[in-house]
């Protein structure tokens, strides 16, 4: 028996039917499974709707189009209802009541409507959908009518919708559209990456009733007499030449074999998939319904979104939950998601660093381009690991671009991507990942830097200029403190791995080191430029100088710019806001987050939040949560849990107004960081074994949470009166 609170809180409801935010739900009730993610578009389709289907991988540059996008597949929903003659729309007729629902422990999402035909029937029409966990190229639908009042003519009628595009740019070529009894099979290319892709929907109807077909469509027509229910189960099945050679004969394959073992085969296996995947990842907190709930919604993003069995794939800034940055792949990966993952779900946080590991080549070729050595990652990827990020951004209202730096400047990424390599290594202890794969990004990286580190021979310091940290308000800056710190970090680390290597894996160790150059000579060089790396600080205070400069900007006041939700530098432009320390997200206190104690004394600790806290604007989504943390490890509980609950509503509430462009997926991977670096102080200490230092929120009874450690999964739980 499942207890009312229980209920709600894995419960994610919309009710009534609000159709002012038909962007906002359909990101929400997003359905996934690691391999596909598709929208809540409704079945039956809305005027302005953005009915989306992404795959990990399919990216195509159109003509005309400054980058690559992830591409928007035929649309398998599409299933439409007709009573007594009268097409089913929620716009239409009377609906006597609405209900939808994301079943977030079992990934299923499902609406009930109660809907009376203007000519006076009454039906119940019950849609389900979940993209199986189990089986992940099927996306499985039921769609139930039953006669409540009357005993209407009902016609059923289902297709796939090829003439999508990605908000008018059209990526998909070479479309057919192929009907053999009740199997629609929809066939196309991208016009430029030319990958196949096939989506095969077969049909089984719960009565006996001929199947009927046109060039697009298959529908059935027959009368259901009252009080009596009829189910029609569509199986869709979406496959790329990514899979294979020949994507049409796989998804006909796979769902003809779907359809066989039926709907209720189907869910009880993605039940039991998805029960496993909550086994480790779910976080039970007592004595805070939203919280609980909110931590379930965005843990199940982050989950849906992860790649299973595919390592060459990774989760792109807004899952696929939308198009909005054109599904690319930033440090949101690496720093906010993968974290969560490395420690609930080891396998998919390797798949996810593997990713980075096949594109190494992406990496260095973009070095080479920029005249350095090693493997400097780009800031935007895809599916090639070439740098993807725009030049320039779209006309502003007057007609002007901005030149866009972060491709160029926002090189911290290189040091995310192997701090975040090391992360999974000490928590799981996986040697045989590191030796092969992770040593060599860690190891590549570093060569990078020692590369690009400037000399100032006047100072006797290593600098890095033209940079771009965390916070993207201040472009182009000398000396990112964040950066050189992250920098001096990484290629300590880089020494300490060198000798790990060759202490404990000779003979790979000396090949890998070989391969890349790593010399005694490249070494003293590391080491001289990790103890010379100028990180500008004042040095009474203790408070680290965001870059040269910073501390003779602009202050303002921000506690006067409220209630506001536009981000400062859109409401002062670009050029003004750069003249101030308003910042965009977490920058010095995200160095804080990541060193942890190696950041400094807790006074200096106290002391960089003093200053950096009231200064920050959370232009990003990824900001609060990751203040949220570090606010909880200092003991500041109000506003800690303040930030946790801001970040941990973003998309659920829409608070930043952008939820219909996707999922805000760094955010739903910093609440779990919030909450368990945070609010329940995991970690690994100087040995590497698990430290939990708590500072829970007054108001929570209980926070329990799993974790896995070297292999072992352990429970942490903790009470009121820890
Ligand atoms: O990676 C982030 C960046 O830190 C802030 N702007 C949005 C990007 C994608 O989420």
Known sequence: MISPVDQRTWLVSESPFNPFKLHHTETIFTVGNGFMGVRGTFEEGYSGDLATTLVHGIFNHAEGDLVPDIVNLPNPLPVQVTVDGELFHMTAGRVLGFRRTLDLKRALLTREVLWRTSQGAIVKLTFERFASLTEE????????????????????????DAKVTNLGVQHLTDLHTSIH??????????????????????????????????????FYTFTLPQENEVSLTKISAIYTTRQGDQPSHMAQETARAALKKGYETLFAAHCAAWEQYWHTSDVLIEGDELAQRAIRFTTYHVLIAAPRHDERVSIGAKTLSGLGYKGHVFWDTELFMLPMLTVTQPKLARNLLMYRYHNLQGARNKARANGYEGAMFPWESTDTGEETTPQWSHPQPDGTRIRIWTGDNEQHISTDIAYAVLQYWRWTGDDEFFVRYGAEIVLDTAVFWGSRAEYNAEQDRYELRMQIGPDEYHENVNNSAFTNSMVRWHLQQALV??????????????????????TEARCAKWSEIAQKMYVPRDPETGVLEQFDGFFNLERLDL?????????????LGHE??????????????????????????????????????PLVDHGSSLSPSIHAWVAARLGLLEDAYKLFMYAANIDLEDLKGNVRDGIHAAACGGVWQAVAFGFVGLGLDERGELQVKPNLPPHWRSVTLRAYHRGQIRTIRLTAEN
Request: charged share 20%; net charge neutral; hydrophobic share 45%.
């Open 137 to 160: 190229h099927l996306l499985v639908q039921r769609v139930r009518v039953r006669a409540l009042l009357g005993s209407p003519q009902i016609e059923m009628r289902s297709s796939v």
């Open 181 to 218: 009894d009740s199997e629609i099979l929809v066939t196309a290319r991208t016009n430029q990456s030319n990958y196949g892709i096939a989506v095969c929907a077969a049909h089984d109807l719960s009565i006996a009733s001929p199947v009927q077909s046109d060039a697009e469509r298959v």
């Open 559 to 571: 506690t006067h710019w409220q209630p506001r939700v536009a981000n400062m530098d859109w409401i």
């Open 576 to 613: 003004r806001t750069q003249r101030t320390m308003v910042i965009k997200q977490a920058d010095i206190v995200m160095l804080m987050a990541l060193l942890g104690d190696q950041f400094g004394s807790t006074e200096e600790q106290q002391a960089n939040w003093d200053f950096y806290y």
């Open 497 to 518: 791995v060198r000798n790990w290597l060759l202490t404990h894996h000779r003979e790979a160790g000396e090949a890998l080191l070989t391969r890349l150059g790593i």
